[in-house]
T-cell receptor, first 112, second 109 residues
Framework: DTGVSQDPRHKITKRGQNVTFRCDPISEHNRLYWYRQTLGQGPEFLTY????????KSRLLSDRFSAERPKGSFSTLEIQRTEQGDSAMYLC??????????FGDGTRLSIL | QQPVQSPQAVILREGEDAVINCSSSKALYSVHWYRQKHGEAPIFLMILLKGGEQKGHDKISASFNEKKQQSSLYLTASQLSYSGTYFCGTEGDGNKLVFGAGTILRVKS
Protein backbone atom coordinates (compact mmCIF):
# COMPACT_ATOMS: atom_id res chain seq x y z
CA ASP A 1 0.00 0.00 0.00
CA THR A 2 1.84 3.05 -1.28
CA GLY A 3 -0.86 5.54 -0.32
CA VAL A 4 -2.44 8.27 -2.43
CA SER A 5 0.08 10.11 -4.58
CA GLN A 6 -0.36 13.62 -5.98
CA ASP A 7 1.75 15.50 -8.47
CA PRO A 8 3.02 18.18 -8.46
CA ARG A 9 3.32 19.11 -4.77
CA HIS A 10 3.52 22.79 -5.60
CA LYS A 11 2.45 24.80 -8.62
CA ILE A 12 3.00 28.51 -9.16
CA THR A 13 1.42 30.03 -12.21
CA LYS A 14 0.29 33.35 -13.61
CA ARG A 15 -3.34 34.34 -13.66
CA GLY A 16 -5.04 33.19 -16.84
CA GLN A 17 -2.88 30.11 -17.35
CA ASN A 18 -4.21 26.55 -17.36
CA VAL A 19 -2.97 24.01 -14.81
CA THR A 20 -3.40 20.25 -14.49
CA PHE A 21 -2.91 18.11 -11.40
CA ARG A 22 -2.61 14.33 -11.19
CA CYS A 23 -3.76 11.92 -8.50
CA ASP A 24 -2.85 8.23 -8.21
CA PRO A 25 -5.18 6.53 -5.71
CA ILE A 26 -4.57 3.46 -3.61
CA SER A 27 -4.77 0.68 -6.19
CA GLU A 28 -7.66 -1.32 -4.75
CA HIS A 29 -9.88 1.75 -4.18
CA ASN A 30 -12.64 2.31 -6.72
CA ARG A 31 -13.67 5.76 -5.49
CA LEU A 32 -11.61 8.88 -6.01
CA TYR A 33 -12.41 12.32 -4.61
CA TRP A 34 -11.12 15.83 -5.21
CA TYR A 35 -11.28 18.46 -2.47
CA ARG A 36 -10.03 22.03 -2.16
CA GLN A 37 -8.73 23.45 1.11
CA THR A 38 -7.97 27.06 1.98
CA LEU A 39 -6.22 28.33 5.09
CA GLY A 40 -8.23 27.84 8.25
CA GLN A 41 -10.93 25.76 6.59
CA GLY A 42 -11.71 22.09 6.22
CA PRO A 43 -11.50 20.35 2.86
CA GLU A 44 -14.31 21.39 0.49
CA PHE A 45 -15.75 18.73 -1.82
CA LEU A 46 -15.27 19.31 -5.55
CA THR A 47 -16.11 16.06 -7.32
CA TYR A 48 -15.87 12.28 -7.08
CA UNK A 49 -15.57 9.23 -9.30
CA UNK A 50 -16.58 5.63 -8.90
CA UNK A 51 -14.30 3.76 -11.25
CA UNK A 52 -14.28 5.92 -14.41
CA UNK A 53 -17.73 7.47 -13.87
CA UNK A 54 -17.93 10.99 -12.45
CA UNK A 55 -20.90 10.64 -10.09
CA UNK A 56 -21.12 14.03 -8.46
CA LYS A 57 -19.79 17.52 -9.00
CA SER A 58 -20.14 20.38 -6.54
CA ARG A 59 -22.54 23.12 -7.58
CA LEU A 60 -19.91 25.57 -6.43
CA LEU A 61 -17.50 24.27 -9.05
CA SER A 62 -16.94 26.67 -11.90
CA ASP A 63 -17.05 25.35 -15.46
CA ARG A 64 -13.35 26.27 -15.64
CA PHE A 65 -12.73 23.12 -13.59
CA SER A 66 -12.81 19.69 -15.18
CA ALA A 67 -11.78 16.29 -13.89
CA GLU A 68 -11.25 12.97 -15.57
CA ARG A 69 -10.51 9.40 -14.58
CA PRO A 70 -10.28 7.75 -17.98
CA LYS A 71 -9.40 4.18 -17.03
CA GLY A 72 -10.69 4.13 -13.50
CA SER A 73 -7.19 4.43 -12.10
CA PHE A 74 -5.42 7.82 -11.91
CA SER A 75 -7.32 11.08 -12.20
CA THR A 76 -6.52 14.58 -13.44
CA LEU A 77 -7.99 17.89 -12.36
CA GLU A 78 -7.63 20.78 -14.81
CA ILE A 79 -8.28 24.42 -14.08
CA GLN A 80 -8.56 26.68 -17.10
CA ARG A 81 -7.95 30.45 -17.09
CA THR A 82 -6.83 30.45 -13.46
CA GLU A 83 -7.93 33.28 -11.16
CA GLN A 84 -6.51 34.59 -7.88
CA GLY A 85 -9.32 32.87 -5.97
CA ASP A 86 -8.17 29.48 -7.23
CA SER A 87 -5.14 29.63 -4.93
CA ALA A 88 -5.57 26.76 -2.50
CA MET A 89 -4.44 23.26 -1.58
CA TYR A 90 -6.04 20.67 -3.87
CA LEU A 91 -6.44 17.35 -2.11
CA CYS A 92 -7.19 13.97 -3.60
CA UNK A 93 -8.59 11.09 -1.57
CA UNK A 94 -9.50 7.51 -2.40
CA UNK A 95 -11.75 4.97 -0.75
CA UNK A 96 -13.94 1.95 -1.28
CA UNK A 97 -17.29 0.81 0.13
CA UNK A 98 -17.70 1.81 3.77
CA UNK A 99 -13.96 2.17 4.15
CA UNK A 100 -12.55 5.58 5.08
CA UNK A 101 -11.17 8.02 2.57
CA UNK A 102 -7.38 8.32 2.59
CA PHE A 103 -5.87 11.61 1.49
CA GLY A 104 -2.80 12.43 -0.52
CA ASP A 105 -0.38 15.21 0.47
CA GLY A 106 -2.07 17.63 -1.91
CA THR A 107 -0.99 20.09 -4.59
CA ARG A 108 -0.54 23.65 -3.39
CA LEU A 109 -1.53 26.10 -6.13
CA SER A 110 -0.38 29.71 -6.03
CA ILE A 111 -1.67 32.20 -8.58
CA LEU A 112 0.52 35.24 -9.19
CA GLN B 1 -24.58 22.22 5.02
CA GLN B 2 -21.25 22.38 6.82
CA PRO B 3 -21.19 20.73 10.27
CA VAL B 4 -20.35 22.97 13.21
CA GLN B 5 -17.34 22.07 15.33
CA SER B 6 -16.66 23.29 18.85
CA PRO B 7 -14.51 24.53 20.36
CA GLN B 8 -12.62 26.38 17.63
CA ALA B 9 -9.36 25.97 19.53
CA VAL B 10 -8.12 24.39 22.73
CA ILE B 11 -4.78 24.40 24.55
CA LEU B 12 -3.91 21.53 26.84
CA ARG B 13 -0.99 20.41 28.96
CA GLU B 14 0.31 16.90 28.44
CA GLY B 15 -1.88 14.40 30.23
CA GLU B 16 -5.05 16.50 30.14
CA ASP B 17 -8.25 15.41 28.41
CA ALA B 18 -10.24 17.14 25.66
CA VAL B 19 -13.59 16.77 23.92
CA ILE B 20 -14.29 18.04 20.41
CA ASN B 21 -17.88 18.24 19.22
CA CYS B 22 -19.38 18.06 15.75
CA SER B 23 -23.00 18.94 15.06
CA SER B 24 -25.00 18.78 11.83
CA SER B 25 -28.42 20.08 10.81
CA LYS B 26 -28.86 17.21 8.35
CA ALA B 27 -29.54 13.51 8.85
CA LEU B 28 -26.24 11.64 8.80
CA TYR B 29 -25.16 8.25 7.60
CA SER B 30 -21.72 8.40 9.13
CA VAL B 31 -19.15 10.69 10.73
CA HIS B 32 -15.43 10.58 9.92
CA TRP B 33 -12.72 12.13 12.08
CA TYR B 34 -9.35 13.29 10.77
CA ARG B 35 -6.31 15.04 12.22
CA GLN B 36 -4.18 17.34 10.10
CA LYS B 37 -0.79 18.78 10.95
CA HIS B 38 0.44 21.94 9.28
CA GLY B 39 1.44 21.32 5.65
CA GLU B 40 0.44 17.66 5.75
CA ALA B 41 -2.46 15.55 4.54
CA PRO B 42 -5.44 14.89 6.81
CA ILE B 43 -4.89 11.56 8.56
CA PHE B 44 -7.85 9.27 9.19
CA LEU B 45 -8.65 8.60 12.86
CA MET B 46 -11.97 6.78 12.91
CA ILE B 47 -15.33 6.34 11.23
CA LEU B 48 -18.65 6.01 13.02
CA LEU B 49 -21.67 4.59 11.25
CA LYS B 50 -25.22 5.35 12.38
CA GLY B 51 -26.32 3.18 15.27
CA GLY B 52 -25.00 5.20 18.22
CA GLU B 53 -21.81 3.20 18.45
CA GLN B 54 -18.71 4.35 20.21
CA LYS B 55 -15.30 3.50 18.87
CA GLY B 56 -11.81 4.05 20.03
CA HIS B 57 -8.23 3.08 19.85
CA ASP B 58 -5.45 3.87 22.23
CA LYS B 59 -6.53 7.02 24.11
CA ILE B 60 -8.77 8.45 21.37
CA SER B 61 -12.43 7.51 21.17
CA ALA B 62 -15.60 8.91 19.62
CA SER B 63 -19.35 8.65 19.86
CA PHE B 64 -22.15 9.25 17.35
CA ASN B 65 -25.72 10.14 18.28
CA GLU B 66 -27.63 9.88 15.02
CA LYS B 67 -30.87 11.20 16.51
CA LYS B 68 -29.17 14.40 17.58
CA GLN B 69 -26.92 14.39 14.49
CA GLN B 70 -23.92 14.91 16.75
CA SER B 71 -20.57 13.30 17.24
CA SER B 72 -17.89 13.85 19.85
CA LEU B 73 -14.19 13.00 19.81
CA TYR B 74 -12.57 12.24 23.16
CA LEU B 75 -8.83 12.65 23.66
CA THR B 76 -7.59 11.13 26.92
CA ALA B 77 -4.26 11.81 28.59
CA SER B 78 -3.14 13.97 25.67
CA GLN B 79 0.36 13.68 24.23
CA LEU B 80 2.42 16.25 22.33
CA SER B 81 1.79 14.25 19.15
CA TYR B 82 -1.94 14.97 19.43
CA SER B 83 -1.38 18.58 18.41
CA GLY B 84 -2.98 19.51 15.10
CA THR B 85 -6.30 20.48 13.59
CA TYR B 86 -9.14 18.02 13.99
CA PHE B 87 -11.86 17.82 11.37
CA CYS B 88 -15.13 15.97 11.37
CA GLY B 89 -16.51 14.95 8.00
CA THR B 90 -20.18 14.10 7.76
CA GLU B 91 -21.76 11.86 5.18
CA GLY B 92 -25.43 12.23 4.30
CA ASP B 93 -26.82 11.30 0.90
CA GLY B 94 -24.15 10.18 -1.49
CA ASN B 95 -20.57 9.29 -0.69
CA LYS B 96 -18.99 12.71 -0.33
CA LEU B 97 -17.87 14.14 3.00
CA VAL B 98 -18.75 17.63 4.18
CA PHE B 99 -16.09 18.87 6.60
CA GLY B 100 -16.35 21.27 9.49
CA ALA B 101 -14.02 24.24 9.84
CA GLY B 102 -11.81 22.33 12.26
CA THR B 103 -10.70 22.50 15.89
CA ILE B 104 -7.12 23.52 16.57
CA LEU B 105 -5.60 21.48 19.39
CA ARG B 106 -2.28 22.41 20.94
CA VAL B 107 -0.69 20.25 23.59
CA LYS B 108 2.06 21.86 25.66
CA SER B 109 4.67 20.09 27.75
Amino acid sequence: DTGVSQDPRHKITKRGQNVTFRCDPISEHNRLYWYRQTLGQGPEFLTYFQNEAQLEKSRLLSDRFSAERPKGSFSTLEIQRTEQGDSAMYLCASGSGNQPQHFGDGTRLSIL
Amino acid sequence: QQPVQSPQAVILREGEDAVINCSSSKALYSVHWYRQKHGEAPIFLMILLKGGEQKGHDKISASFNEKKQQSSLYLTASQLSYSGTYFCGTEGDGNKLVFGAGTILRVKS
